[in-house]
């Protein structure tokens, strides 16, 4: 079969590769639309150190069953699926607790660190364990399917912090997450939502979506901005969603006296950390990774449109067309965001 392989860092071929092999619980899935996701397009460079060439990266996706392992029982040849992009055991203390995102054996589609390598579906073909596996909605298309993913990360940190009807909320970061993040809190009933980036063109698309105030970052002062709209007192919880320290710095700065901090982005592996705002203001932080079993609601809402992709997909291309589009995603062109590559060929 055919795949876009991460020969070096930086280093892409399109190349012959051996089919998957097919373990008794798995299934191989011809795939049929993946998503460009920026931790791919950061850990090409070697930076993040979970992208160890050689790899077919690649996680977010969907496509058709055509193999199915021999203790297959829930999904037959002919459903198209998605799947969950953590591959999870499904038996250790975390995954019996149903917190599949913190298992002790998790793996990553499209991976590869010191300690293992799971190719992803940057290919014709891949092959995942079935309890990964979800059913798409009837009519929905691969393109569509492809973003559950993202969704389920932003819906996922949404959930992770608690709130009260009409609290307000800052968003540090408009990337695709971060629109999401904002979709999600508008729909949780969040009150003031106040997103902030650098980009002008982001937050008029954050605005569509149902930021209610935008920050551009580096045109003000933006923890002084979010004091103006919230009484003085800072929002009552705030997502950062990119990982690098002026970010996280921001977001803990910008909301008030036993306020709350959703850490979702992770692009750095270490940052420094404002210890004496969060002791002495008395602040929350929580940690979000990944999702865990949010597929089935996240495909429901794409499939009604209550949660918008569209706006998000830049362009559609051929796999064996993608190299340059990593280079023109990793240089941040203005106005690309997600981009999807279907494999020669595939037309659905």
Do not use: W
Not at 100 to 106: H, K, Q
Not at 229 to 245: H, K, M, N, P, Y
Request: hydrophobic letters at 40%; proline letters at 5%; a neutral charge.
């Amino acid at each position: 079969m055919k795949a876009l392989q991460l020969q070096e860092y930086n280093k892409f071929q399109y190349v012959d590769v051996p089919e998957p092999t097919l373990a008794d619980d798995a299934v191989l899935i011809k795939v049929g639309a993946c998503g460009i996701c920026g931790s791919d397009v950061h850990g090409m460079d070697g930076s993040t150190g979970r992208r160890i060439p050689p790899i077919i990266m690649g996680h977010e996706a969907a496509g058709t069953i055509t193999k199915i392992g021999k203790s297959i029982t829930k999904f037959k040849v002919g459903d198209n699926v998605t799947f969950d992009s953590t591959v999870y055991c499904g038996s250790c203390y975390f995954c019996s607790r149903g917190e599949i995102n913190l298992c002790d054996n998790r793996k990553v589609l499209g991976v590869s660190t010191p300690e293992y390598r799971q190719h992803g579906a940057y290919a014709d073909f891949v092959a995942v364990p079935e309890r990964i596996l979800y059913k798409l909605p009837d009519g929905m298309s691969f393109e569509h399917a492809a973003m559950v993913e993202p969704v389920s990360i932003a819906f996922h940190a949404v959930n992770n912090l608690p709130m009260t009807i009409g609290d307000s909320v800052t968003v540090v970061g408009a990337g695709m997450i971060g629109m999401f993040v904002i979709q999600a809190l508008r729909l949780k009933g969040y009150g003031k939502i106040i997103a902030v980036d650098l980009d002008e063109g982001k937050l008029k698309m954050a605005k569509s979506f149902g930021a209610d105030y935008t920050l551009k970052s580096d045109a003000c002062d933006v923890v002084a901005e979010v004091a103006k709209l919230t009484e003085q007192r800072g929002s009552d919880a705030a997502f950062e969603v990119v990982g690098i320290a002026p970010t996280v710095d921001l977001a803990i700065r910008s909301v008030k006296k036993g306020g709350r901090i959703g850490l979702v982005g992770n692009l750095k592996p270490k940052v420094d950390f404002p210890l004496q705002q969060v002791v002495t203001r008395e602040l929350t932080i929580y940690g979000s990774c990944a999702s865990k079993g949010d597929y089935p609601a996240c495909l429901e809402m794409i499939a009604r449109g209550a949660i918008k992709v569209d706006p998000m997909i830049s362009a559609v291309i051929p796999l064996s067309e993608a190299i340059p589009m990593f280079d023109r995603l990793y240089k941040a062109e203005p106005g690309l965001m997600k981009v999807i590559v279907k494999p020669d060929g595939v037309t659905h």
